[in-house]
Antibody, heavy 122, light 108 residues
Framework: QITLKESGPTLVKPTQTLTLTCTFSGFLLSTSGVGVGWMRQPPGKALEWLAL???????RYSPSLKNRLTITKDTSKNQVVLTLTNMDPVDTATYYC??????????????WGQGALVTVSS | SSELTQDPAVSVALGQTVRITCQGD??????AAWYQQKPGQAPILVMYGKNKRPSGIPDRFSGTSSGSTASLTITGAQAEDEADYYCTSRDSRGDHWVFGGGTKLTVL
């Protein structure tokens, strides 16, 4: 059974760097075709994709945030870490990590963590 | 702005059929996936590919795709289907992911 769980601070100050950790189980990030990524959802708003790391360490970032985002994986710990620099109140959101699965119809996010609400405020 | 367009809100009478649509250029190349999200909960995958339902998703959910439009149909909507529904796919360049703006489904 695949599970993912996000952890990190619930409150950060403007200009600080946010570091979130996704700890997962039920799959190996060293398996071909597998990835782990991050999405976020501001209160009352739509989902937004942020970043993805593949099993081979290929990384993808949202074009609108790529200058502020870094995603890394630690296969031995079954963890993926996301950092977002220069936080602003508009970055207040629930942050989700997700498992990327490669099906015969392409890639899709099939399992998500429960989400972690991060508030940006001084 | 999102590259996938969804109607913000749709309503359906209990037991009736409703279609939720998602439009975007990338859907001519990539399949959409659909997620159901209830208040305070994480999204759940309900449809992907060519009308594929993950295990545990009722068969009243079905999916179709034509050109640049993907659709999620609920045949015989139930009260528990009331939720926000999001579509997603790769973007037109295939390098990134995009989500639609979401459709709030109300079951009357």
């Amino acid at each position: 059974q695949i599970t993912l769980k996000e952890s990190g601070p619930t409150l950060v100050k403007p200009t600080q760097t946010l570091t979130l950790t996704c700890t997962f189980s039920g799959f190996l990030l060293s398996t071909s075709g597998v990835g782990v990524g991050w999405m976020r959802q501001p209160p009352g708003k739509a989902l937004e994709w942020l970043a993805l790391v593949y099993w081979d360490d290929d990384k993808r970032y949202s074009p609108s945030l790529k200058n502020r985002l870094t995603i890394t994986k630690d296969t031995s710990k079954n963890q993926v870490v996301l950092t977002l620099t220069n936080m602003d109140p508009v970055d207040t959101a629930t942050y989700y990590c997700g498992h990327l699965f490669t099906s015969s119809f392409g890639e899709l996010w099939d399992f998500w963590g429960q989400g972690a609400l991060v508030t940006v405020s001084s | 702005s999102s590259e996938l367009t969804q109607d913000p809100a749709v309503s359906v009478a209990l037991g009736q059929t409703v279609r939720i649509t998602c439009q975007g250029d990338s859907l001519g190349t990539y399949y959409a996936a659909w997620y159901q999200q209830k208040p305070g909960q994480a999204p759940i995958l309900v449809m992907y590919g060519k009308n594929k339902r993950p295990s545990g998703i009722p068969d009243r959910f079905s999916g179709t795709s034509s050109g640049s439009t993907a659709s999620l149909t609920i045949t015989g909507a139930q009260a528990e289907d009331e939720a926000d529904y999001y579509c997603t796919s790769r973007d037109s360049r295939g390098d990134h992911w995009v989500f639609g703006g979401g459709t709030k489904l109300t079951v009357l």
